[in-house]
């Protein structure tokens, strides 16, 4: 009895000291006009969002990992609202929506996390984020003073709130939760609603600042956000952006690394050197917290893209790729840039700024604390030229539109135009669809094909008749992407186009988003809109014949509008049908009778489930038919070998849909933008960015490859299902491993680092050097390029220039070979003394890793 006694007074003081350690790390997040205050501590952050749902809970921990090896000292991620709450009170929080788990993986970490609960978020993600059925809730008007959708908002707001609490997750707690948002960027709209519009923003702070959570609300681009909430800024710069008022931190909860897709266009970049410039200015200014959107971009899987027409993948050209892996130079110079500004953190926080003019478009900010410590930020805004300025009685060299970090105001060590990060030669490696691993009994199989066509128009009973088209989205209320729209016209044998051989013409107009037009059970033509503008029209001579003939439109969403003043009113589908070349002249179709029957007759019987194929009679064969509309395809597959990401590569299918073992890939569609855009081949980074300023890949693909998240794949037995709307060749689809095949570096003497000041401080020797790593488990087997001197040309192409020290490739190799990683100092006596003098010398390497 005296032990057991003793027992529970030890473990009652245990319990008691955890319960006071957790209280210890338990503190309200405040703020003051230089930062938040978190734990009495003021704090200059790096931020990275990471939308769970768009990668896998498998991918996570890396992801999170990665974005701190990058200096993120935060995660942040939207709340979805139509992944959580499926119809009115069914919640689900399973998988990729496992919301906790993610937010537990970063506190586990040792990092911050802003939770941007909206929860409407727009993000390019379907319907932005609001589930679609409360758009049918009698009375329903999103975003505005609306009693129906203030409750629903509120309700899911408040179960957010209390899901977090109970898991401890606000920093109040002592979880990692630091900030939370309501809304999202509604001063672009909030005038588009009138007085309702500002008594709903009002309403909103409001209703999110009751909720007690111990941590900041913030309001994105709410240009009269309350004083209750911190208004932040979204954009691709943010250096001149003010906070309401002056008693509140410089916050930025968007910057724009890249950008997002849209089916049939280019693709977009964004210069790292710009990147940089874009994030050394705000801190520059005076900010404090800066989130990259994205970091990681991740994938729209299944039916989540918005837009309409965002591409399946949501790459985002971010830091972070969309299969997990770094994106270089630009994670690289990013991490080089975190490390020079947390080198001024003290400084910057700790003291007002020193603002000096140094030229018409050239200026410095110098922060001294009460200890005398020092930092500088010098930039050139010059989109052009080159500039050589005096600071402290020292001249400093800053290339145009670029900004040089001084953590002692004396010596740079970092400049956002010099990228020493190395570049990554990233492939897709291919690999054919290989059947289960043959037995020793059975031997080598050939892949064998199950295929389900579907007819044409009505499957099984009509789900309506109407005199008249019905919108689309309304109709299907985004169950399905698909709604048929059937009727039948009769043709005399006396029409003059049967006897001359002549076609008539179908004219289709539709608000959107695409269509495939069949006439007795011919695919005659698809048309579809963009990504700036859903309407089409579609003309195309069709073939019709003497007495009854059946048009079967197969009507598609791409996706739904994810924002704008009354975006949930926006409709899809046909609108106007004719047919011209009668003899007595164009027959409007409008009006007839118009069957409709909701979704694929394949998805009804659940063909994309891993369980799917009893519920109908499957084609097998070795063969698959192609150029066949509206096939299903199944077939099972081992993985592919190693341990590299997956991409499916659908170059040679048309348009359609895609799941591996019942899990949804997502929308699949290798349009191609037009060779009459413009690309570049190379992105000159200076002045301001835009979306189209640097993009690529005209008359390719928009997207080729679909990423198939490695966890999804059991070790043999995988089912993949392909839908096939118009045709195509499923034996050429293949898996593509995401393959990091090389590494380049092309650094000059003059190019500043941390490392290199750091190291200075020692001895008193500055010195420049050139870094290479391979991925884990390989090393560099080869070095194709070497030059010192004043090599030219970029990661792939480099060539000598007219200096250039014949011992190079050899310093390199000496140095390199063999190693998983190395560095080369330019400066160190490796290469030849006296190589032309008077230029400043470069060092340009591409090795291959293996």
């Known amino acids: 009895m005296k032990l057991s006694s003793c027992f529970i007074v030890i473990y009652s003081i245990f319990l008691f000291l955890c319960f006071t350690f957790t209280l210890s790390l338990a503190e309200n997040v405040t703020y003051d006009s230089h930062s938040l205050i978190i734990k009495g501590q003021h704090k200059l952050l790096i931020s990275a969002a990471i939308h769970y749902p768009r990668s896998v809970p498998a991918m996570w921990p890396g992801l999170v990992q990665t974005a701190k090896e990058g200096g993120a000292d935060v995660i942040e991620t939207y709340v979805f609202w139509n992944g959580h709450e499926l119809s009115p009170n069914n919640y689900y929080f399973g998988g990729r929506y496992d919301l906790v788990k993610f937010v537990k993986i970063v506190q586990e970490a040792g990092l911050y996390l802003i939770l941007r609960i909206g929860p409407f978020v727009a993000a390019e993600w379907n319907f932005g984020g609001i589930p679609v059925w409360l758009h049918y809730v009698p009375g329903t008007v999103f975003r505005t003073d609306n009693e129906p959708f203030k409750y629903y908002m509120q309700k899911f707001t408040t179960f957010i709130v209390n899901l977090m609490k109970q898991e401890k997750l606000f920093a109040s707690q002592g979880g990692p939760i630091i900030l939370a948002q309501i809304e999202n960027e509604y001063g672009y709209y ?60 410089k916050i930025w909860t968007e910057n724009w690394p890249g950008w997002f897709k849209t089916f049939g266009e280019r693709d977009p970049h964004r210069p790292p050197e710009d990147v940089a410039f874009s994030v050394a200015r705000f801190f520059q200014k005076g900010g404090s917290v800066q989130n990259y959107y994205m970091y990681h971009g991740g994938t729209n899987f299944g039916r989540t893209a918005g837009g309409p027409f965002i591409t399946t993948s949501y790459d985002y050209d971010a830091p972070i790729d969309e299969y997990g892996l770094p994106r270089f130079p630009k994670w690289g110079h990013l991490k080089d840039l975190h490390r020079a500004i947390k080198l001024c953190e003290h400084a910057l926080l700790n003291s007002e700024p020193i603002h000096i003019s140094l030229g018409p478009s050239q200026e410095a900010d110098v922060y001294t604390d009460s200890s005398g410590a020092c930092a500088a930020f010098i930039s050139n805004g010059d989109d052009k030229n080159d500039k050589t300025i005096e600071f402290r009685n020292v001249s400093y060299h800053l290339p145009a539109w670029s900004v040089s970090i001084l953590p002692d105001c004396k010596n740079v060590v970092f400049n956002t135009a010099k990228v020493r990060a190395q570049t990554t030669i990233v492939e897709m490696v291919p690999e054919d669809l290989q059947p289960p691993a043959a037995s020793p009994t059975t031997g080598v199989e050939a892949l064998k094909w199950e295929v389900f066509v579907e007819k044409p128009g009505i499957w099984g009973e009509a789900d309506f008749i109407k005199n008249d088209f019905v919108d689309h989205i309304n109709t299907t209320k985004d169950t399905t992407d698909y709604l048929w729209y059937t009727t039948s016209i009769f043709v005399n044998e006396n029409e003059e186009f049967l006897k001359n051989g002549s076609n008539p013409v179908l004219h289709i ?30 003309k195309k001579p069709i073939s019709l014949k003497a007495g009854k003939n059946e048009i079967a439109l197969l009507s598609m969403t791409l996706g739904l509008a994810t924002a704008g003043t009354f975006y949930e009113w926006r409709g899809a589908g046909p609108t106007s049908v004719k047919i011209e070349g009668f003899n007595n002249g164009t027959i409007n179709m409008s009006s007839y009778a118009w069957t409709y029957k909701i979704g694929l007759q394949g998805e009804h019987l659940g063909l994309y489930k891993a369980d799917g194929s009893d519920n109908v009679t499957w084609l097998s064969t070795s063969k698959p038919p192609n150029k066949q509309p509206l096939t299903w395809y199944k077939v099972v597959v081992d993985p592919p070998l190693g341990n590299e990401p997956v991409g499916l590569d659908m170059i040679h299918m048309g348009k359609g849909l895609a799941w591996l073992n019942g899990e949804e890939i997502g929308r699949y569609w290798p349009i191609k933008s037009s060779i009459h855009d413009k690309c570049v081949e190379e ?30 794949f059991k070790p043999s037995g995988n089912v993949l299902v392909i839908f096939e709307e118009k045709g195509g060749d499923p034996t050429k689809i293949q898996f593509s491993r995401r393959k990091i095949s090389g590494v380049c570096a092309l650094v000059a003497e003059d190019y500043p680092s941390v490392e290199s000041w750091l190291e200075s401080a020692n001895d008193n020797k500055t010195k420049t050097s050139a870094y290479l790593k391979c991925p884990e488990n390989t090393r ?40 998983n990683e190395c560095a080369i100092d330019l400066s160190g006596g490796n290469f030849s003394k006296g190589l032309c003098p008077t230029a400043t010398k470069k060092l340009a390497v591409e090795a291959v890793c293996s």
């Not at 107009?509 to 700036?532: D, I, R």
């Not at 835009?690 to 080729?704: A, F, S």
């Not at 480099?798 to 000496?814: A, I, L, M």
Request: charged share 20%; net charge neutral.
């Open 509 to 538: 107009e539709s608000l959107g988003h695409a269509l495939h037009a069949f006439v007795n059970q011919e695919l005659e033509g698809s048309a579809s809109g963009n990504g700036t503008h859903s309407p089409f029209k579609f």
């Open 683 to 712: 992105c000159d980074y200076r002045g301001k960015f835009l979306p189209n300023k640097c993009r690529t890949g005209c008359g390719e693909p928009t997207q080729r490859w679909y990423h198939v998240p490695r966890s999804w």
């Open 190 to 249: 909030e005038s588009g609603y009138g007085d309702a519009g500002k008594r709903y923003a009002m309403w909103a702070a409001s209703m999110a600042v009751s909720q007690n959570i111990g941590v900041p609300w913030i309001m994105c681009q709410q240009f009269d956000a309350p004083d209750t909430v911190i208004d932040t800024c979204n954009s691709f710069y943010c250096d001149q952006f003010k906070p309401l008022s002056p008693k509140k931190p």
């Open 780 to 819: 560099i087997s080869t070095i194709k390029f070497a030059s010192f001197g004043t090599p030219t040309g970029t990661c792939g192409s480099y060539s000598n220039g007219d200096c250039h020290d014949p011992n190079s490739t050899s310093v390199v190799e000496k140095l390199c070979l063999n190693k």
